[in-house]
């Protein structure tokens, strides 16, 4: 981070403005919304800040003197000149006063976010100087998903937090009611339309509910790995989660998603290496769900493909405990997608199969006779260790050794990469390569489309 985002109270501190232009007329009208005093020092100054100043009886300097910078809260500087701006910048450091100067984020030791102003809510957006036009794009952006009634909801609430905090003495059950309260578009709607006697009954109802918030496990399909892939219903979930219990699949991205005070517990998973045996993360669920807590459970793709959500949600059926399964991206649609091989097509495959290559003391016993479909893609999860076994099995029941395959490495990452191949040399490239897991393995004829069709996936391989 180049710039720590904090908010200075300036509310009647002296703040001073050199320079008398449409710059400095911009920083004084955003400097008296914060209510300071203001200065300016300028041989010239515009109509605008001419009457920002006289309007509540604020001095206005003419001469530029490195002196009468002392004692200011802070100091923007917008003069045409560079010499005077570093002066003024040089004469601030010395005496620590915050000081920007406009366009110059060397000569700054604060910068001026662009501001979404619903006071009491306040949303800044900095591109730390590199580009304040993308940084103004993104608070349009917010503006239109925040409309000014914001500021009456953000006072609404702002009012309410004593009541709130005699009602309910813990955290964790302000925090909860906090969320439930906002998780309601009709109270929300209510405050913005001004209905205020409505959200009041309403506001009165959720706090009524019960103090203890009821534990729940939210089984989440977290997708192949790029976090753009998660649902909607997975963020929001993820975001409501006490506790997160990951594994190997979940990426960095994704999980930085959680809340940040929310704990996080790495379940493991590598192959033949669990961190946690499957029976003790079952009991792990049922025991903080019990507690009171809420936990996110993410699972790579989908919960329900070769993910063992099934089981996880036995337990927590038979104990009554609340429970929610999302359903993610899987890797086999993850993959096809960024890789530009449709498992079906028209000319290639009516249909598709989904296949565990899970081996078991080096053996792998499947239905060989019912992949013998030319039509038909294969997608094998878990195959990599397999892949000789694969490969050879399938040509041995008669598959065609010039059947086209490819192996999909991290999938959806910004490190994806695709090795392909045919029946026959696969294992020879995959050698040479040395792919790493995760890793799926796609067979059959739309695997060609592969070199047609990659300019076409969001990623470069
Ligand atoms: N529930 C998951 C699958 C879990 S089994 C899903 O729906 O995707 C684990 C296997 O999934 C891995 O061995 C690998 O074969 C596959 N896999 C998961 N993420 C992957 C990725 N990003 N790239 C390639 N394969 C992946």
Not at 398 to 406: H, L, Q
Request: hydrophobic share 40%; aromatic share 6%; proline share 5%.
């Amino acid at each position: 981070m180049d710039y720590f985002p904090v908010g200075l109270k300036l509310s009647g501190q002296p703040v001073l403005i050199v320079g008398g232009g449409v710059i400095a007329t911009r920083k004084a009208r955003l400097l008296a919304r914060a209510g300071a005093e203001l200065w300016v020092m300028a041989p010239d100054v515009s109509d605008e800040l001419a009457s920002l100043i006289s309007a509540s009886d604020r001095v206005l300097i003419q001469e530029w003197d490195e002196r009468s910078l002392d004692g200011f809260a802070a100091v923007v500087a917008a003069t045409p000149s560079r010499p005077v701006n570093e002066a003024i910048s040089r004469r601030a450091r010395e005496t620590f006063t915050p000081v920007n100067v406009v366009d110059d984020p060397d000569l700054c030791t604060f910068i001026i976010p662009a501001i979404v102003d619903r006071n009491p809510l306040i949303i800044s957006v900095s591109s730390s100087g590199s580009s304040p036009v993308l940084a103004r794009r993104i608070r349009s952006d917010i503006e239109a998903r925040y409309p000014s009634g914001y500021a009456e909801l953000s006072r609404y609430l702002g009012d309410r937090r004593g009541q709130v905090a005699e009602h309910l003495t813990t955290e964790r059950e302000r925090r909860y009611f906090w969320e439930r309260l906002l998780d309601s578009n009709e109270f929300i709607d209510l405050v913005l339309t001004s209905n205020r006697e409505a959200a009041d009954a309403l506001f009165e109802k959720v706090l009524s509910e019960g103090k203890s918030p009821r534990g729940a496990v939210y089984l989440i399909g977290a997708g192949p790995g790029d976090p753009e892939l998660l649902t909607f219903k997975a963020l929001r979930l993820l975001q409501q989660a006490d506790i997160v219990l990951y594994d190997r699949l979940i990426g960095e991205g994704i999980l930085e998603l959680a809340r940040r005070d929310a704990d996080k517990i790495y379940v493991g998973k590598q192959r033949s290496e669990h961190a946690m045996p499957q029976s003790e993360i079952n009991a792990t669920l049922l025991s903080l769900a019990k507690s009171g807590k809420r936990v996110a459970r993410l699972k790579g793709g989908d919960p329900f493909i070769f993910g063992r959500g099934g089981e996880e949600i036995e337990g927590l059926l038979t104990a009554g405990v609340d429970f929610e399964v999302v359903p993610g991206v899987t890797a086999a649609s993850g993959a096809a997608c960024y890789a530009g091989i449709p498992l079906t097509h028209r000319d290639h495959a009516q249909s598709v199969r989904f296949i565990t290559g899970h081996t078991k003391d080096h053996q792998l016993d499947l239905p060989w006779q019912q992949l013998m479909n030319e039509q038909e893609t294969l997608v094998f999860y878990m195959g990599l260790a397999g892949l000789a076994i694969i490969t050879r099995e399938l040509i041995r029941a008669g598959r065609r050794p010039d059947t086209p395959i490819a192996i999909i490495e991290k999938a959806t990452r910004v490190d994806q990469r695709v090795i392909s191949g045919t029946l026959a040399s696969i294992q020879q490239v995959a050698e040479m390569e040395k792919p790493e897991a995760p890793t799926l393995l796609i067979i059959g004829g739309v695997v060609t489309l592969h070199s047609s069709l990659r300019w076409y996936s969001p990623q470069q391989n």
